[in-house]
């Protein structure tokens, strides 16, 4: 992939470790958990250092939007190693998110589900490329943090992914960084939520077609 070559870093360990369903050990002190469908996520680990992770992501959405939202595809991240082992930093380098549904999608989603433990690094993220999208707005609705550098969502709209297309955010350009509060006498454990928004026209057009069927 296009960012691949500048892992070669003296001193780093470099793994090539890819799931093809359910659980994977991310090193670091971190397990990624999803819950089925299995197939509809892939983790890869480019590079474990004692100060992050940096990993890939591939997903497929192929759910028809269910009261014009898409069921969301979710991973768990979940801390298996004491503080002392585990890095504070999860780093996605890019990923590979397919458009199966059927539906044109206008908007693109990321959001952290926490108790405040976890959250986008702002400025760390701002260059990550999210094209064909052309508006990114990092954002604390629930007012989380209190701190602009701090989000808890991501928000990608202004573009198009049709269906059957392919978007991939941060293959061109930056990483989204997601940084952890270890300090928690319990281990930490947040959620990482994405979901598309269907295209309105396509939408209604699906709708159409489900009427013609059902009256069928």
Partial sequence: MAKRGRLAIAGVMTVCAVAAAGTIDLGGGWLASWPAPHGSIDIRVDQVTPEFVKIEISKDFYDPPVGGIFPPRVIDFIQNKPDGQTVPRLIILDETITNLTGVDWTDYHWTVLNQGDAWFNVPLSAAFDVAPFTVKVFSDPANVFGDPN???????????????????????????????????????????????????????????????????
């Fill in 150 to 216: 701090k989000a808890t969502d991501l928000d990608a709209s202004s573009g198009l992914v049709p269906a059957f297309g392919t978007f991939w955010p941060g293959h061109a350009a930056g990483e989204l960084v997601i940084d952890v509060d270890l300090t928690p006498t319990v281990p930490v454990s947040f959620t990482f939520k994405q979901f598309p928004t269907p295209e309105p026209a396509s939408l209604l057009l699906l709708g159409v077609g489900a009427l013609v069927v059902r009256r069928r």
